[in-house]
């Protein structure tokens, strides 16, 4: 199983401390606008203090359209992956990214995980097949399981 979030009284303090960590580490291996986005997450945390990625690009200075969506989207994903940050997003209102400290956060950031991940399944199997199919839920699951034995960030 993967690392469970607690979201027990200590979810926002535990959150916080992660990220100041992150921020006052000399080898974290961000860039300064890459800080600068974390920064701004740490002050929206749960689903009803969401933050588009275009707030973030107007409020940073990173750019209109695109590029500047691309780069915040690309920090999350870094952020989320490689220091485990319980960064949600949601497509319904309020849209945007939020740190989650809650149950409910948690199952509003993943309701939307689910779908995209099982249309991407769909997708993949009238694409490939069933043969590709069975072969991609094998790499899953190795996936997940290789995670299991150790394979998380700091």
């Not at 993943?110 to 779908?115: G, P, Q, T």
């Not at 249309?119 to 997940?144: N, Y």
């Amino acid at each position: 199983m993967t690392q469970q979030l607690q979201l027990e009284g200590g979810a926002l303090y535990e959150v916080h401390g992660r990220i100041v960590r992150i921020l006052t580490s000399r080898d974290a291996g961000l860039e300064e606008w890459q800080l600068e986005i974390l920064r701004l997450l740490a002050s929206h945390a749960g689903h009803e203090n969401a933050i588009t990625a275009a707030k973030i690009c107007e409020r940073l200075g990173l750019g209109e359209g695109e590029n500047g969506r691309r780069k915040v989207t690309e920090t999350i994903e870094e952020l989320r992956r490689r220091f485990r940050l319980p960064i949600g997003g949601s497509r319904r209102p309020p849209h945007g990214y939020f740190l989650v400290v809650t149950a409910e956060d948690q199952q509003i950031a993943l309701a939307d995980l689910r779908k995209q991940a099982i249309a991407m399944f769909q997708l993949a199997g009238i694409l490939g097949g069933e043969a590709f199919t069975a072969e991609l839920h094998g790499q899953i699951r190795a996936a997940l399981d290789g995670e299991q034995e150790g394979g998380r960030a700091a």
